[in-house]
């Protein structure tokens, strides 16, 4: 099952660990059984303190419990093979059963272990999907680390039936105790503070325990980052605040037109600007929802933002890179849908659709590269097209153009998805020319018309915004309030491209910094902090 990089990067890994670890399979006849068995025996292999045992009886065959040797009331379970993106979650569950310590704040750990209600989690995952393994992880510790939690994780490829069962039309898709949890990507702090463990009132309590910053950025994507990497290394003290680290990023896979760099993933480059962040000692502060920004009283006086959990940070120039996000399609029954066969990642989807026919609606860069990965796997991919003609760059548009599985209907309104109640079956088409409506039969839609700006929390705050809610800036980045600054997908710049949100970050990092060193500190300072 592991190749010779792999195997060898497991035995370092495994050195890491201080407790026996015990592997127990529950097995069938299937391929993927023996699959399952070979992994577990080549695992085991590595390392004298894991061992492994083929007697598990449990009903999901295959699957595996990973426990704590010296605890056997700490446990996860994998249910088919967690290899692609979920080999790194095996790893980690691995080295945690076997006492090595996750990276992870000393608070979130207590906030686990007080945990004192009986907690069943079931989590279905697909193996392409880049958005599944933080979820993976963050149940995996929480099994681990509290016994009265238990996490199993489904691998819908290998549980097919269940998932048709069970409704899941979108992953991950985390269910507690029976009943639906959370659809979507999910933080471990997230999941602690619907659990209502006082984790939240905790991070409030953080935020407003922080000294005021001299730049403060608001958004971790491509632009937030160039431009807390600008300002830091100009000697301010910068603070980068985001609801979810690396934006848009952790949405795209392939990369492949970002000068310097033939091919990237997103994931991946989320990853290099974090680290990035760290090696120039910005405060980072994740997972937090800005709610509402106060302008200073006077130039040179102290901003305010507000989040969702009640915490405040305040700074002399705020620089606003909150992105966006996709653009829903507005008709009857894509909300009803949601999840239910409306879908707007093909990459984590996708497999959920295999042998089936769906659409793509929209063909600009997005769209084509989602019919083409999705025509892979469906049976028939129908793309559709407001336009008279695809936006898409040439190069996709031939190689969509070759797919013999593929229908691109250009001209077309999409009018309504229809469902059966329980899940889309097809949607109606209006023809622009003709006006005659066409309805497809279909098991999904996937959504990918373009981009609205993370921008509704702004529209009371002074800050001038165009009709389409970006953020006006000038060609410095500066915006209509002294002392704030605006830069990437959330501001009026055209082209919505990371190279371009980053040349906007740096730019509206050194307009910041300008900006902190002509003008005076307003007394207000003292007051706010």
Known sequence: MLDAQMTDQLKQYLQNLRE?????????DDETSAKTRE?????AALHDLVSVDFDGDHERKPSFIIRRGNDAQKWVRFAGLPMGHEFTSLVLALLWAGGHPPKVDADVLEDIRRIETDLEF??????SCHNCPDVVQALTLMALENSRITATLIEGGAYKDEVERRDIMAVPATFLNGDSFYNGKIELPQILERLDTGAGAKAAAKLNEREPYEVLVIGGGPAGV????YTARKGFRTGIAAERFGGQLQDTLGIENLPGTAYTEGPKLSADLDEQVKENAIDKIDLVQAEELIPAKSEGGMHKVRFANGGELTARAIVLATGARWRNLGVPGEQDYRNKGV??????DGPLFKGKRIAVIGGGNSGVEAAIDLAKIVDHVTLI????QLRADAVLVKKLESLDNVEIVTNGQTTEITGDGARVNGLIVKDRDSGEDRTIELAGVFVQIGLVPNTEWLKDSGLELSKHGEIVTDGRGATNLPGIF???DATTVPYKQIVVAMGQGAKAGLTAFDYLIR???ADEIAQAA
């Open 122 to 127: 079931e989590m279905f995952f697909s193996l």
């Open 486 to 488: 605006a830069a990437g």
């Open 385 to 388: 097209e407001f336009d008279t």
């Open 519 to 521: 003008t005076e500190p």
């Open 226 to 229: 160039a431009t807390s990497v």
């Open 20 to 28: 026996p670890v015990e592997l127990v399979a529950s097995l069938g």
């Open 343 to 348: 879908a707007y990642c093909p990459h984590c």
């Open 39 to 43: 992994l577990l025996e080549e695992i």
